[in-house]
């Protein structure tokens, strides 16, 4: 990818799943990493310095925006900008709406929606004031169609989009971009909580492709999206489904 090396990337929710994969694919494209996660993050620290880069964890809970500022701040003083930011940490807390609980209501859009503002403020000065900089978001398949037993999660990677396309039209004349990734289902630990048997004969089946994405085929996306080739992509959401949305 094109303008990627030496460039500075923060990616939250980056201790395992999609966001450690795409930690590893910024690190093979020569970016050097902050590792961003409420749990340690050390694993993919050491993965990315393995390739020759620089990396460091920052623990960061995104629902709490000081905890986001600090973040940012760590970032600025080990590296001195910030040229990417993922928004890529996310959970869930899936049940039917009819037994959905506000607790789990609050605790996704908290993470998912709320997360994803705070790490946009917290961010938005330094690139601001760099007049560059790209924030990529982890939306989903589900904030596009939605999803049984996903009310939450759905309004929040729905959201996100909103989100998105409205910081594009602000912001584009700030040399910023904003774009989202709405990935179908991908093998990581979130798709491992559903149950056997409707993973199997409800959402496999419905895959053209015929089996769960691999993370890093959703971190490929991400590289392309922040990269040069991508310069004159923005506010838009592009799907990596294996045609599960077809
Ligand atoms: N698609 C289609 N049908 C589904 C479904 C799904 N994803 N999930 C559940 N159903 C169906 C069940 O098969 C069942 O159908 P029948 O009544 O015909 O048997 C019905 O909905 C009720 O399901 P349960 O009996 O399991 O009801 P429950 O109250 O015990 O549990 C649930 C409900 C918590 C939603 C549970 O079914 C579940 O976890 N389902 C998976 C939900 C899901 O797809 N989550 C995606 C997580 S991964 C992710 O979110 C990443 C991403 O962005 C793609
Ligand atoms: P994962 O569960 O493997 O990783 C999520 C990471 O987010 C974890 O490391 C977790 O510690 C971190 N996290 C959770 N809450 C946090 C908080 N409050 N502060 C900081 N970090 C926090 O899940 P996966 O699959 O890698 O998900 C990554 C993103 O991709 C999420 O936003 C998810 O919603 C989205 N996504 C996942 C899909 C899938 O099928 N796996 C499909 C579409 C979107």
Same mark, same amino acid.
């Given at each position: 990818?094109?303008?990627?090396?030496?460039?500075?990337?923060?990616?939250?929710? /980056?201790?395992?799943?999609?966001?450690?994969?795409?930690?590893?694919?910024?690190? +093979? +494209?020569?970016?050097?990493? !902050?590792? /961003?996660?409420?749990?340690?993050?050390?694993?993919? !620290?050491?993965?990315?310095?393995?390739?020759?880069?620089? =990396?460091? %964890?920052?623990?960061?809970?995104?629902?709490?925006?000081?905890?986001?500022?600090?973040?940012? =701040?760590? /970032?600025?003083?080990?590296?001195?900008?910030?040229?990417?930011?993922?928004?890529?940490?996310?959970?869930?807390?899936?049940?039917?709406?009819? $037994?959905?609980? $506000?607790?789990?209501?609050?605790?996704?859009?908290?993470?998912?929606?709320?997360?994803?503002?705070?790490?946009?403020?917290?961010? &938005?000065?330094?690139?601001?004031?760099?007049?560059?900089?790209?924030?990529?978001?982890?939306?989903?398949?589900?904030? &596009?169609?939605?999803?049984?037993?996903?009310?939450? %999660?759905?309004?929040?990677?729905?959201?996100?989009?909103?989100?998105?396309?409205?910081?594009?039209?602000?912001? =584009? $004349?700030?040399?910023?971009?904003?774009?989202?990734?709405?990935?179908?289902?991908?093998?990581?630990?979130?798709?491992? $909580?559903?149950?056997?048997? !409707? &993973?199997? +004969?409800?959402?496999?089946?419905?895959?053209?492709?015929?089996?769960?994405?691999?993370?890093?085929?959703?971190?490929?996306?991400?590289?392309?999206? /922040?990269?040069?080739? =991508?310069? %004159?992509?923005?506010?838009? !959401?592009?799907?990596?489904?294996?045609?599960?949305?077809?």
């Amino acid at each position: 990818m094109r303008g990627l090396k030496d460039k500075v990337v923060l990616i939250t929710g /980056a201790a395992g799943g999609i966001g450690k994969a795409t930690a590893l694919r910024f690190a +093979e +494209e020569g970016a050097k990493v !902050v590792v /961003a996660d409420f749990v340690d993050g050390m694993d993919t !620290v050491s993965a990315v310095r393995e390739k020759g880069v620089d =990396a460091i %964890y920052v623990k960061v809970d995104v629902t709490d925006l000081e905890s986001a500022k600090t973040m940012a =701040a760590k /970032a600025i003083e080990a590296f001195g900008r910030i040229d990417v930011l993922i928004n890529n940490a996310g959970i869930t807390k899936d049940a039917m709406m009819k $037994k959905m609980s $506000k607790d789990a209501w609050d605790a996704v859009i908290g993470v998912n929606l709320t997360g994803v503002f705070n790490c946009t403020t917290a961010v &938005l000065p330094f690139m601001l004031e760099q007049q560059s900089g790209t924030v990529l978001t982890t939306s989903s398949i589900v904030g &596009l169609y939605g999803n049984v037993g996903q009310t939450n %999660y759905a309004a929040s990677k729905w959201g996100v989009i909103g989100m998105t396309k409205s910081w594009a039209k602000e912001m =584009a $004349k700030n040399g910023l971009r904003f774009n989202c990734v709405a990935p179908g289902f991908i093998g990581t630990d979130m798709v491992r $909580k559903i149950p056997e048997q !409707v &993973l199997q +004969e409800k959402i496999i089946v419905k895959i053209p492709a015929g089996r769960l994405g691999e993370p890093e085929e959703v971190a490929a996306l991400f590289a392309f999206l /922040a990269s040069d080739d =991508a310069k %004159y992509i923005n506010g838009a !959401v592009f799907s990596v489904d294996g045609a599960a949305t077809l």
